[in-house]
């Protein structure tokens, strides 16, 4: 395989040309883990704390989302957004949207998880030493909280950039589409390309997988159990 | 949690989505007057038509006609990516204002949309199979056809092979043309049905190996689509395209392509002429 | 912006076979590929926690290459590059054999599905409590009946309830099969788009399909969840406190 096609499988034209390849992966995994960050903490505040309508749509929300498959998703975005907020519906978009949805749904089920773990007698111990519950919660609750679910967030973001390559059905060049796009134009190598895009897919994950690790040891977390 | 309170939500939220107000019905032609951008809607996997080349840039004959007709419209063009699933329903929504995207003619397409007049490239479908396999299209009934979801080969190609009798073929459809070439290379299906410049692109390197299976069936007029019930600008459309056959740039971008000389050779001649015996082979324009 | 729904195309004869052929489809693949994955994923995982370097090794190594590569990949990897490993008439075979979309398919799924599988009963065999162990070999019981007796029951209370979850993550990636033009519920759907030219109805109807099998699988879980905990404090409460689950359960009193 030459360097040209490597580079193409990578970074696509960039930075002549369009991005495409890992770095589109990399980007939209990046993208949709924080934005679907940014939607779960409201979310998992109102599913925990927020008053029964509030609870309810939270759960709804959370409850759909993760019954849908990834996939569908993603065609909804490409459907149902251009209708509901005007324009077209931009493969990248509607990928992102869908990768963000499915992102922000498991992301408040960790946090929930995470924050339902810490032990009632803990809160308890708080509110008996005399501090208010806001303090409790910023003591107690997420400090323990966030310990909790550090390994199952880890283990999350490895599925969810995993799950960036279904966005090659709305024809988003990334490296899956790239490598299918080398093998099509080249059929006799067919398994180089196909080894390459999966060593490729693997390094990128397996280092998020050492970051999650180093870090639960630097901070001597639990070891992550099976998601 | 209860389970149908959630799914009566995602009615309520798929009815809300679809029962927006339709859009003000001005014609298309004032907005891109206005605005000066035009809306074209082009595929970017499908050469020689339309597609990315390795640089990232888009090119095929839909582009380049593309971009002769925002030329004569006085628009800069927008260029929106579609596929052969969406590029109706866009236009049917008012999303995109035309496609230039390899899209034959049907009449269950008319009734979604309107096309502008002429049809700009004739083609047909042609199955394509491992050389010498198939005497005829006969012989096709009960295998196995791949064709690109979206394509009306899926309708097509069954119709065609039930005229020849016998047992109906199991059409098999994948997301791109290139990954039903692949399959048909390996041997997973027994020929390829697709229109035949597409076929000439995707036949690529695969030499004498491969072959058309009997004649080319299904007229395949591929038409610039416009949103529906827009009459003003479906003749802007038209009439630019017309002006652009009369000028010689249609001719031009023809010949870089698939003429002789061109980057797919097309062996039968596939330019919008009226019958040769009426008109001596006369372009297709309306007179003024 | 314009879109207004008509149902009356889910009514046409073609289209609705497409569509129950869908849901055919999805039951099956996801039906044989998590059959197919438990026993996979149980025999990497009694690799994984043997004593023999020589079976551990091998199984680790592979659960850890498997787990960084997306489902996707699979599917297409078996459908489209696994035949030219074989020896070309064992390839050709396949390539000519007419359900091969659909073994494919059920293989990558099973693929990916039998390393969750088996990070699942790992976990599960390593919270048996070691007294369990030494109990029953203090027992007199033999090795074999240590298993069946013993600790086998003792897992499958623990793994079901995770197991319950992961089936529920297998049945919806059955829709990554449509890549392969495997005719299941997602590619009808977009079938059905491009021959109606209006995907709106039947993706409704296809997502309405998914959410409710997999909110039943999901109360289903639930349920099997709360029993295990009633009927098995032990290893029960030990799989749950590492889940973070346990205070869940403590805050319902």
């Known amino acids: ?227 | 949690m209860p389970v149908r309170r959630p799914l009566s939500s995602l009615f309520a939220l798929a009815l809300a989505a679809c029962s927006l107000p339709a859009a003000v019905a001005d014609s298309v032609l004032d907005r891109v007057r206005e605005s000066g951008v035009v809306r074209i809607g082009t595929g970017n996997d499908t050469p020689p038509m339309s597609y990315i080349d390795e640089s990232g840039r888009w090119v095929g004959f839909d582009i380049e006609l593309g971009n002769a007709l925002a030329d004569r419209l006085k628009a800069k063009v927008e260029r929106v990516a579609v596929n052969n699933k969406t590029r109706i329903a866009l236009l049917a929504n008012g999303q995109i204002d035309m496609t230039v995207s390899n899209r034959s003619q049907t009449r269950s397409r008319e009734e979604q949309v309107d096309y502008a007049s002429p049809p700009y490239l004739w083609t047909a479908k042609i199955f394509y199979a491992k050389q010498g396999r198939f005497a005829g299209i006969g012989e096709l009934a009960g295998k196995r056809i791949g064709v690109n979801q979206g394509s009306n080969a899926f309708t097509a190609a069954a119709q065609e092979i039930a005229r020849y009798g016998g047992e109906a073929p199991q059409v098999v459809s994948f997301q791109k043309n290139a990954e039903g070439m692949t399959a048909l290379r390996q041997g997973k299906i027994d020929a390829f049905c697709q229109d035949s410049p597409i076929i000439a692109a995707l036949a690529g390197d695969t030499g004498g190996s491969f072959a058309a299976v009997g004649t080319g069936f299904s007229p395949g007029l591929y038409g610039i689509g416009v949103p529906p019930n827009d009459s003003k600008w479906r003749d802007a459309v038209s009439f630019a395209l017309q002006d652009l056959i009369k000028d010689g740039t249609y001719e031009r971008i023809y010949l870089a392509w698939f003429g002789p000389a061109g980057r797919y050779p097309l062996a039968l001649d596939a330019r919008p002429r009226l019958p040769p015996d009426a008109f001596g082979a006369m372009m297709y324009v309306w007179p003024d | 912006m314009r879109y207004e729904v008509d149902w009356s195309i889910l009514a046409r004869p073609e289209l609705a076979a497409l569509l129950i052929d869908g849901v055919r489809y999805t039951m099956i693949v996801a039906a044989v590929s998590t059959g197919v994955s438990l026993v996979l994923g149980t025999a990497l995982a009694i690799a994984r926690v043997s004593g023999s370097g020589w079976l551990r090794w091998p199984a680790e190594l592979w659960v850890n290459l498997a787990r960084h590569i997306p489902g996707v990949f699979w599917v297409l990897f078996f459908y489209f590059a696994f035949p030219e490993l074989l020896p070309a008439t064992w390839g050709s075979a396949l390539n000519g054999w007419t359900s091969f979309a659909l073994a494919a398919g059920i293989v990558a799924l099973s693929v990916d599905n039998a390393t969750y599988v088996s990070d699942i009963v790992r976990t599960g065999a390593l919270a048996i409590p070691r007294g369990e162990w030494e109990a029953a070999r203090c027992c007199g019981l033999s090795p074999w009946q240590q298993w069946t007796c013993c600790l086998i029951p003792v897992t499958l209370r623990t793994v079901t309830p995770p197991l319950a979850n992961r089936t529920i993550h297998n049945f919806k990636n059955s829709s990554l099969c449509m890549v392969i033009a495997v005719p299941e519920l997602t590619w009808a759907t977009q079938q059905i788009e491009s021959l109606t030219f209006r995907g709106i109805e039947a993706t409704l109807v296809a997502t309405l399909f998914y959410v409710t099998v997999a909110l039943a699988l999901g109360v289903w879980a639930r349920r099997l969840e709360r029993g295990g905990y009633r009927h098995w404090r032990g290893a029960g409460a030990v799989w749950r406190r590492e889940r973070g689950e346990l205070a869940r359960v403590d805050s319902r009193r």
Not at chain 1, 5 to 26: C, Y
């Open chain 1, 1 to 227: 395989m030459s360097a040209e096609l490597l580079r193409f499988l990578l970074v696509g034209g960039w930075p002549d040309g369009a991005p495409g390849g890992l770095l589109i992966n990399l980007a939209l995994f990046t993208a949709a883990f924080l934005i679907g960050l940014a939607i779960a903490v409201p979310l998992a505040v109102m599913r925990l704390a927020g008053p029964p309508p509030l609870r309810f749509a939270a759960a709804a929300f959370v409850e759909l989302a993760r019954a849908t498959p990834l996939l569908l998703l993603v065609f909804w975005s490409l459907f149902l957004l251009p209708l509901a907020v005007g324009g077209y519906p931009n493969p990248l978009a509607s990928a992102l949207i869908g990768l963000a949805v499915h992102s922000a749904a498991n992301q408040t089920e960790i946090l929930r998880a995470g924050f339902a773990a810490v032990p009632a007698g803990e809160v308890e111990a708080g509110l008996a030493a005399g501090m208010s519950r806001f303090q409790t919660s910023i003591h107690i609750v997420i400090p323990q909280g966030v310990r909790r679910m550090v390994p199952a967030h880890f283990s999350f973001a490895v599925s969810l950039f995993k799950d960036t390559a279904v966005v090659y059905v709305v024809g988003v060049v990334d490296l899956l589409q790239a490598g299918l796009i080398a093998a099509e134009r080249r059929p006799s190598e067919i398994l180089t390309y196909y080894l390459a895009v999966a060593a490729c897919f693997f390094l990128a994950s397996f280092t998020i997988t050492l970051a999650g690790r180093c870090i639960e040891r630097r901070w001597s977390f639990a070891r992550p159990v099976a998601a």
